[in-house]
């Protein structure tokens, strides 16, 4: 018997994010592909899933769309946002004729963190000063 995602109402860092997205691809494989677009400064891989009903499939006319979320370190929300989304739509295939729809003819890539090192030094409620904005060579 698997064990389904699940996903708390809290910031993940990067090792929980990366769970939970090699997670979402082993128990939903055939809605799901995970894939990096390489390494951020400090090493941490930049995922990409891919959701879909042909996540493995590139189909002439089946628009690719994409979500990039967390470009800059310290602005978190879009990255849970986008793991929700990931769980939203997998967990609703099946039931909600609108996903189904979405996922049957679109290929949805969702990019959790574009700077996944910034996340990690941000600090959690502060919101000012630039501490995680900027990638581990200060590039904004």
């Known amino acids: 018997q698997p064990i389904f995602p699940q996903l708390s109402m809290q910031y993940h860092n990067y090792t929980s994010m990366t769970t939970f997205l090699r997670h979402v691809s082993t128990i939903y494989a055939n809605l799901t592909a995970l894939y990096s677009i390489g390494q951020s400064v400090q090493g941490r891989e930049m995922w990409v899933m891919v959701v879909s009903s042909s996540p493995y499939e590139h189909m002439i006319g089946k628009p690719n ?75 904004d």
Not at 82 to 106: G, P, S
Not at 111 to 124: H, I, K, T, Y
């Open 65 to 139: 769309v994409k979500y990039v979320a967390n470009m800059h370190g310290n602005e978190a929300v879009g990255r849970e946002m986008m793991l929700h989304l990931i769980l939203h739509l997998v967990q609703n295939y099946d039931k909600d004729y609108y996903i189904r729809w979405l996922l049957d003819n679109t290929r949805i890539h969702i990019m959790p963190s574009m700077n996944p090192d910034g996340f990690e030094v941000a600090a959690e409620g502060t919101c000012q000063g630039g501490q995680g904005r900027y990638n581990a060579r200060g590039f």
